[in-house]
């Protein structure tokens, strides 16, 4: 009959549990990760030990061997009572969305999460065919370094720290945070990470339902980050106890203890946790071993509840220190911004005046050099002036001394005889005729012509060759006369010079002789260099060809066989231009050669 009942009621309480466990630390793109790995082996060795019937431990995965571990993990599942999925690694929240990050991702903008790391709704698909218990384990919550370098093709797209909240849409499903959605955990400063080790301690508890086993672990994990990590359970169960690992079955005996119902009523309240449920537990059952348990159970909840009302009175202190600090830093940097804008203003007023100062300035230089223009203008058109009614004066005074003669003259020709008339005549002065401007330039440029400073015609145009022949003359007379018009001084003062003035310039191959360009003769040989000077015609070389070298070797080597004769007498003759040995054929003489100068003492040269 127990063999019978064992066949029969075996299978039906028998459960299938299986789990994958995944570390990712060695990342590619950002830096290597501590405890992942080694939080890994810790879980994984934890549910081996709880009696798991599968447990797949994967570390370092990319994101092909991620995809392959959770589809081959969603198969072992379809028949599995329980499913459980653990991963240590780094992960984020992208739009509400949290994302779990294989080793090869590289994640440079935020569209790239999408291709290149998996959702946490992929890995709720894989557990969900288990019957009775779908668990997920997240110990992802890390400081993510990706959002860091990450950029953003849409400002709008929110990327939050740590997870984001979820609320699991299958029935008996939980997801566990390492953390707080919204918050950060922490690797600890040992092998494992402070959630991991509290996971080790409390899951493989027989009998111990979930939500118990994860009240411990929150507690343990606050106490060991100093309040500062706080693990988070998202999801629900039902009414039932779920343990991870079921119960050892009670031993039979005798019958059961009258403190059992007291022991059960006080579990349900330890379960539960709350003031509450302590509170109604004392009503129930107020004296007793168990009574007294429940009262320090309301003693540590009365401290824990003083010590969050600390914690919120110091981060409540905290935060008005850091507003109050806040306001005073912006108040130096209100203060300092409107001394930078004063000493800015202050800057700008002093550039304006000097701009002002330097403009006032160049417009009185401008209107001073306006006023020399001016009056150099009208000191010029006074001499002009001037010396036009100079030359007028002098002009209508000649007119009149010439018509005053030439009355005298005609009285003077009326009263003498013919003789006396011619004599008178013959003695006085040729009258001045009358001088307009054109006839006192044309007079001014004949004269210039005769000193030797003007070439172009005489014309009465005083013109820019005319001015500058006037000036050249003031160069070599030494003179100071206005250029710019042809006056009487300019006149007396042309014709005082008796001789040229200016210097003759002469073509090439011409020199100055006099007032005359002579050409230049060289003699026989020489020729007119670019310095008017004779030089020598250099002599051409002839160019040697192989018929002349033939012929100078023919002749050579004739000359060289015969004997040698004598070329000269060995007499000696000097003449004016050196001495020299007397021609072949000649000899020294002392008779008069025609066409020979004789110098006294020194012999001729006589030839055949």
């Keep these: 009959m127990i063999f019978a009942i064992w066949l029969t009621c075996g299978p039906a309480h028998a459960e299938k549990r299986v789990a994958l466990v995944i570390g990712n630390s060695a990342y590619k793109s950002v830096p290597r990760l501590a405890n992942p790995v080694s939080d890994a082996g810790l879980i994984g060795g934890m549910f081996k030990r709880a009696g798991f019937d599968a447990v797949d431990v994967k570390q370092d995965l990319s994101g092909a061997e991620m995809r392959k571990a959770l ?25 509400g969305n ?21 959702p946490l709704d992929r890995v709720l698909v894989s557990i969900e065919p288990a019957k009775q218990l779908r668990l997920v384990i997240l110990d992802a919550c890390r400081d993510n370094p990706f959002a860091k370098t990450m950029k953003r093709t849409v400002a709008s797209r929110a990327i939050g720290r740590g997870l984001a909240k979820i609320e699991p849409t299958s029935p008996n499903t939980m997801i566990a945070f390492a953390a707080k959605a919204g918050s950060t955990a922490s690797d600890g400063d040992s092998k494992n990470s402070p959630f991991a080790t509290a996971l080790a301690d409390h899951l493989p508890k027989p009998g111990l339902d979930l939500r118990k086993a994860f009240g411990f672990v929150r507690d343990d994990v606050l106490k060991a980050t100093s309040y500062k990590q706080e693990p988070f359970v998202y999801g629900s169960l039902g009414g039932d106890d779920v343990a991870l690992v079921p119960a050892k079955p009670a031993a039979a005996g005798p019958q059961a203890n009258p403190q059992d119902s007291v022991r059960r009523d006080y579990e349900l309240a330890l379960q539960a946790g709350l003031r509450e449920a302590w509170e109604a537990f004392l009503q129930a059952y107020p004296d007793g071993f168990y009574a007294n348990l429940a009262r320090v159970q309301l003693k540590k909840i009365a401290a824990e509840e003083e010590r969050a009302t600390a914690t919120e009175k110091a981060r409540l202190a905290e935060q008005e220190k850091a507003r109050l600090a806040s306001e005073r830093v912006q108040k130096a940097e209100l203060e300092k911004a409107a001394a930078a804008a004063k000493a800015a203003e202050d800057a700008r007023i002093a550039a304006e005046k000097a701009k002002q100062v330097e403009q006032a300035r160049a417009e009185a230089a401008e209107q001073q050099r306006k006023a020399a223009e001016a009056a150099a203008a009208k000191a010029l058109a006074e001499k002009q002036a001037a010396e036009k009614a100079k030359i007028e004066l002098a002009a209508r005074q000649a007119a009149e001394k010439a018509s005053a003669e030439q009355a005298a003259k005609q009285t003077a020709d009326r009263q003498m005889p013919e003789s006396e008339s011619q004599k008178v005549a013959a003695l006085s002065p040729a009258p001045a005729s009358t001088l307009s401007a054109a006839d006192l330039a044309k007079s001014v440029q004949s004269e210039l012509r005769r000193v030797g400073c003007l070439s172009a015609a005489v014309d009465g145009d005083w013109s820019a060759a005319s001015q500058r022949s006037l000036t050249l003359f003031n160069k070599y007379a030494g003179t100071k006369l206005d250029a710019k018009l042809a006056s009487i001084d300019a006149l007396d003062a042309l014709k005082a010079k008796p001789g040229r003035v200016c210097p003759l310039v002469c073509d090439h191959g011409f020199r100055a002789d006099g007032d005359q360009c002579t050409k230049i003769s060289c003699r026989a040989g020489y020729r007119v260099s670019d310095d008017n000077e004779c030089e020598k015609i250099p002599e051409k070389k002839p160019v040697a060809t192989r018929e002349d070298s033939r012929k100078r070797d023919t002749e050579r080597k004739a000359t060289e066989s015969s004997p040698a004769k004598p070329e000269a007498s060995g007499q000696i003759i000097c003449t ?28 001729q040269e006589v030839c055949n």
Excluded: W
């Design 98 to 118: 949290n994302y779990l990050i294989p080793i090869d991702a590289a994640l440079e903008t935020d569209t790239d999460v999408y291709d290149e790391a998996f």
């Design 71 to 95: 589809r081959e993990f969603g198969t072992r599942a379809r028949d599995a009572d329980v499913a459980v999925v653990y991963y240590a690694g780094h992960g984020m929240e992208v739009d």
């Design 576 to 603: 004016q231009t050196g001495c020299r040995p007397v021609q072949k054929g000649c000899r020294l003489g002392s008779g008069v050669i025609p066409g020979r100068v004789q110098l006294p003492g020194v012999g």
